[in-house]
């Protein structure tokens, strides 16, 4: 799939991070943050971004363990938000783990300058990494 848009989602307990972009010009954008209030809620959420940006796939931020093989608490609740965004989006739209290992942290690095300024960077972490991990998926392609 080359052609379309592609929103990816960084999935947290208490917020979701979205990024959107381009899969042509393979480049990502941080969107938006909102609270998780449960699964259904945060799934029609996804699902309204889906349709706004009329998206062809969403990525789904996968928290692997640093240790190969390993399972961590967040996988779990990162598979259960897969299986319910599945059966949520249009059955055109792919939903595609996709490894974020560290994603968070290099976010935090990466915009310490935004940060600086709290009013205009509140809680956007999570959607910079939402963009870091969409911008490797884009990398991969």
């Known amino acids: 799939m080359s052609k379309g848009k592609a929103v990816c989602i960084d999935y947290g307990k208490k917020r979701i991070g979205v990024a959107t972009g381009s899969l042509e010009m393979k480049i990502a ?6 609270d998780n209030k449960g699964v259904q809620n945060a799934a029609g959420r996804v699902c309204d971004i889906v349709s706004e940006y009329e998206a062809k796939i969403v990525i789904l ?7 190969e093989g390993k399972r961590n608490l967040m996988m779990g609740e990162v598979e259960r938000f897969y299986e319910v965004l599945k059966k949520t989006l249009p059955e055109n739209v ?11 942290f290099e976010a935090k690095d990466l915009f310490k300058e935004a940060r600086a300024n709290k009013t205009a960077a509140s809680g956007m972490d999570d959607s910079y990494a939402a963009q870091i991990t969409l911008q490797r998926y884009f990398d991969r392609m």
């Open 29 to 34: 954008f941080p969107k938006e943050v909102f």
């Open 94 to 104: 792919e939903v595609i783990l996709f490894d974020e290992r560290l994603s968070s």
């Open 61 to 67: 931020g996968y928290p692997l363990d640093m240790e």
